[in-house]
């Protein structure tokens, strides 16, 4: 089994379950009440909290847990302004792009948001909304820059980090944003929690209400293991993102190098900055969905896109965005590498993969 699917979601890495377990039998309580076990489980997510705020260099008391990147990005997009003006890119992840109403600004050939254009936009915007690495591509975003543009307009900036974080380093301060979406299980914890890290100043209406939990920010008693979980893993992820970079460069370069002497193959952004993780590349004349289940048939894992978006079989909206014709387009895989993955699982992909392409002519 090769499993090359780690911007979809990651394993959870086993020091990250080992300080679950203790939460779900043991640490019960309920992290409200005010007797001794409860606060036992109030200070674990306090330490949490901490250890998320390290990892992209923010204060613990900006840290809003959620139940995910989706619902951060939802809380970030809904909860900030009434009716809000907003202006984000044509290459957003779904939970942005359905989450409200935009004016959309394009992206260029080597998919980076084009500034020229941004510039050159009419009116007001209440918010603005860039994610910092495309879930698709890989490619890296100047989110400085653009937040500069936009605050200049006195427009409040949110970024979906949700594939950057862990993966390159992330500064809240330095990237001058007002708002910023963060997953757990993107970096090796657990499903089902997330951040979004603001200030309370900024989120005027809650998706939920009913409870003061996360500084009446997201109420709901605290999935406590999972906050746990995502505490832990942004912990090792902070400790390890040199190393993590490293081991997904040399194997992202070995892959790359293979993948271009396939007559057949185009990698998308190739020229661009990546994740180190991240490869995706269309496959001429040949339609990306047929080769994933042929792909999976031999015991490999990838992706044709977004996780989030695999029930559409319509094409990568990323892709259009940057003017990739609909043909190579619908062709598209998409590796994303993680830690557990070695050289020869990539020689092995492409041993197969040349075989599945042999096979389909």
Known sequence: ????????????????????????????????????????????????????????????????????????????????VSNAKIVTAAFEHPSVLQSASAQLVGITSQGYIDQQALTQLEGSFDLASFMLVNNETGVIQDIASLSSIMQERKTLVHTDAVQAAGKIPVDFQVLGVDLMSLSSHKIYGPKGCGALITSAKYVKS?????????????????????????????????????????????????????????????????????LANTVQFGVQGHVGEMLLMQLDQQGVM?????????????????????????????SAIRISLGQENTAQEVDSFVRILKRTLLKAH
Do not use: W
């Not at 906050?227 to 040399?250: N, P, S, T």
């Not at 992706?303 to 619908?330: F, P, Q, R």
């Open 206 to 274: 809650p998706l939920q209400t009913g409870g003061g939990q996360e500084a009446a920010l997201r109420a709901g008693t605290e999935n406590v293991p999972a906050i746990v979980g995502f505490g832990k893993a942004a912990e090792l992820a902070y400790a390890e993102l040199d190393q993590r970079h490293q081991h997904c460069l040399a194997l992202r370069v070995r892959l790359e190098e293979q993948l271009l002497k396939l007559p057949e193959i185009t990698i998308f952004a190739q020229h661009s900055q990546r």
């Open 302 to 330: 990838v992706s044709s896109g977004s996780a989030c978006a695999s029930t559409d079989t319509s094409v990568s909206h990323v892709l259009m965005a940057m003017g990739v014709g609909e043909d190579l387009a619908k």
């Open 1 to 80: 089994m090769i499993y090359f699917d780690h911007n979809a979601t990651t394993s959870v890495d086993e020091r990250v379950l080992q300080a679950m377990l203790p939460f779900f039998s043991r640490f019960y309580a309920n992290p409200s009440s005010l007797y001794k076990l409860a606060r036992l489980s109030r200070s674990a997510i306090d330490t949490a909290r901490e250890q998320v705020a390290q990892l992209v260099n923010a204060r613990a008391e900006q840290v809003v847990f959620t139940s995910g990147g989706t619902e951060a990005n939802n809380l970030a997009l809904k909860g900030c």
